[in-house]
Structures are given as C-alpha cells and as structure tokens.
C-alpha cells in the first residue's frame, strides 16, 4: 500500500463537503434517485456476470480498534485493500465514530467521508451514526447512494436501557425499506435482534437482504432469522466475526484475524420454496435448463432452492413458467385455507 497516497486520499476526505441530500430523513428512496449512470443495465455489463442480478456485499468490522476516533482510519485502510472487489453495498459498524456527546460534532464529518467514498467506489454505504433531529437524538444507520447523496435512514427502534439513559430516543415501528438498483433492503440495529416482530416486518414490506450493525456479532440468531424469513443477512459488528448469511440460513463469508471484513457475491435471482407441490416443477426445471440454473434440496427439512445461473434467466420467468410459489406465499396460502375450516 502506497502510505503517502493513502494519508493524503484520507486528508481529501475529511476536507470534502458534499451536499448532505435528504439527511436525518427516515424515508424510503424512490429508484429514480439513482442516477442513470449507475443503472441495473450498467451493472449487467460487468464481466463473470453469473445471473441477472448479483450483490456485491462488504461487510467491515473495526476489530482490534478500541478508540473510536481511530475507528474510521481503520475502514478507510480496510476499503483501500478491497476496492477492486467493487462491491455494491458496504455496511459498516453500529456508531463506529460517535457517541452521544459527539454526535453533533462529528456525525455529519463522518457521513461526508463516506459520502465521497460511496461516489468513487461507485457503491451504496450504510453508515451508522449518532443523528440529531430536532432536539431528539438516535442511533441511526443512514444509508448514502452510489452517487454520494443520503438516501435515507434508519433509527434503531430498541436501544438499551444504557442508551435510553444517555440520552437515544427509540426510532419508529415498523422499521422502513429502501430500494436500491439491486433490489429491496432493510436495516435493523443491534439490540433489535431481539424483536422478532421487526424482522418479520422487513419480510413483509418485501425486504431481500437485511443489514444488521451493531456492536457483537450475533451469529445464531442471524443465521437461525435468514432462514425463517428467506432473506440475506449481513451482520456487521464493531469486532469479529462478522458475517454474510444466505436465505437458507447458510454462512457465506465471516471475518477473522487477518481479514477484518466478510465479503460474498449473493445471487438476488433466487426463490425458496417447501417442497409441496415443487418436487416435480424442481426436475422439469432442471430437465430444461441444466447448468443454467441451480436446484437444491434441502432433503430434511422438506425444502427446495431454486436460483438462476445465467445472465439472460431471472427467477421471475422461472416462476411464471413452471407456477412456483415461495415458502413465505405458501404459508400465508395455507393459512387463508386453514381458516375456512376453523
């Protein structure tokens, strides 16, 4: 690494003062937002594309890192070293660089560095500060577009008594969704882990992968929700592991010692379905399209995955064409049916 380079890119960054976009706004971003440079078309065009729609996740953790003003030079040197992986979302960790009495003076800082980060790497950040809106302050993940601007954010609905003590005011319920050029994403924070009801609302509003900053890695529940909800995952606490899950609940990269960050393409093509009523679809599929797509029974659970391995193939034609129904619609299904017995 050329340290020079680095200390004066890092210098350029604490000096910048991008427009700040809707800042300290909790909303949902339309996909018009989402400049046309950086479409879905552009992304498509990348060499080894292995299906229409692939997620380039980055997950960065601070360990080993105790002092929070050191905090962002850390993931500034972990960037550094993963820029060429190009990833499409980075997500780092809860409050990395504030706390409660700095919020005010370092908060809009930090967003800025990583505001002219989200515009050279071309990917979405989710960076987690403390925010103030009004006279209330919360412990917030504000997410930053691939052109640099604020999108949107998150405030954390549960914190701990500590929290509340100090001073952090809970955030609404139900948490919202944001939708990117990737597809939909949710964010939850921390203690949140804990209120099931949450996680469940992120899967109703149609959520596809669910960030998670928080201060410890939380690897059981995170593992134990992908599954239950048929959504990713990514965990992204101050010190390791942290964590990329698939929807079938399996672990796909982790951080450790000698790489502070976990980093994993996840194919958004990708439907999960009980195996009523799928078992024969599944072969059919498999009988037309071989290689060109990827058919996996989960033979003890009763279950079956189905994703597309091909450039020109979404999951959508698959549906339609062979009448899948996910596991989620199977179970709201069933119980409609249920119901005109009871």
């Not at 980075?90 to 800025?112: D, M, N, Y």
């Not at 009523?277 to 189905?306: P, S």
């Amino acid at each position: 690494m050329d340290t020079n380079n680095t200390i004066s890119r890092r210098r350029l960054l604490r000096n910048s003062a991008l427009g700040m976009g809707a800042f300290g706004a909790g909303i949902i971003s339309s996909p018009e937002t989402v400049s046309a440079e950086h479409s879905t078309r552009d992304m498509m065009s990348r060499a080894g594309k292995n299906s229409p729609r692939e997620a380039r996740i980055l997950s960065v953790t601070i360990d080993g890192v105790e002092d929070k003003d050191k905090a962002v030079d850390k993931i500034l040197e972990s960037l550094d070293i993963m820029r060429s992986n190009k990833p499409d979302i980075i997500c780092l960790p809860e409050t990395f660089g504030t706390f409660v009495e700095t919020a005010e003076k370092k908060s809009e800082t930090i967003i800025r560095t990583f505001s002219t980060l989200a515009k050279e790497f071309n990917s979405y950040i989710i960076c987690p500060v403390h925010t103030i809106i009004g006279n209330k302050i919360y412990n917030s993940a504000v997410l930053i577009d691939r052109g640099g601007n604020v999108q949107g954010q998150y405030n954390k609905i549960y914190p701990t008594e500590g929290e509340c003590d100090s001073g952090v005011t809970p955030g609404s319920s139900p948490p919202p969704v944001f939708e990117t050029d990737i597809g939909i994403i949710g964010i939850l924070i921390c203690y949140d882990i804990n209120w099931m009801q949450e996680w469940k609302s992120l899967k109703d509003q149609g959520a596809e992968i669910v960030f998670w900053p928080a201060a410890y890695p939380g690897t059981r529940m995170l593992g134990s929700y992908a599954w239950i909800y048929k959504y990713h995952i990514v965990g992204c606490p101050r010190y390791n592991p942290a964590t990329i899950f698939d929807m079938s609940g399996d672990l796909i990269d982790e951080s450790g010692i000698y790489t502070p960050w976990a980093c994993a393409t996840l194919n958004m093509e990708k439907i999960f379905c009980e195996i009523d009523y799928h078992v024969q679809k599944a072969n059919d599929i498999m009988k037309k399209y071989g290689e060109r797509v990827l058919v996996k029974f989960y033979h003890e659970e009763d279950w079956v995955t189905i994703e597309s391995r091909s450039p020109d193939l979404t999951i959508k034609e698959i549906v339609e064409e062979f009448g899948l129904t996910s596991h989620w619609d199977y179970i709201k299904r069933a119980e409609k049916y249920q119901n005109k017995f009871r």
